[in-house]
């Protein structure tokens, strides 16, 4: 299993488990992350399972995709630490990721 944390401002951070392979848009639809709202169900066709990702962890994921990038534009305040959650591969290199969540999708 890969540890995922998810952090947001003010709050405690949420620790979840997933399978390497699942993305990290599904850890969280699966332990009740709930400003994951994934509207596409993870068919890179919206920007509601917006995240960014802890500057630590940047190299690791690597640069979104041509796709992944062009539908981040329509993510609420994007940065250059911004992915969609469902394009985030679980992998044993990624184990203690730490995911900081958007204030809002919309």
Do not use: Y
């Amino acid at each position: 299993m890969v540890t995922v944390i998810f952090k947001k401002d003010g709050k405690d951070d949420r620790v979840a488990k997933g399978e390497p392979g699942a993305s990290v848009m599904e850890v969280a639809l699966a332990n009740d992350i709930g400003e994951i709202l994934a509207d596409c169900g993870g068919a890179l066709s919206c920007a509601t399972c917006h995240v960014h990702v802890s500057a630590s962890w940047m190299e690791k994921v690597g640069k979104p995709s041509e796709e992944e990038d062009a539908m981040l534009e329509m993510a609420v305040d994007p940065d250059e630490r911004s992915r969609l959650s469902c394009q985030l591969k679980l992998s044993q290199e990624l184990d203690g990721i730490e995911i900081i969540l958007p204030e809002s999708q919309f």
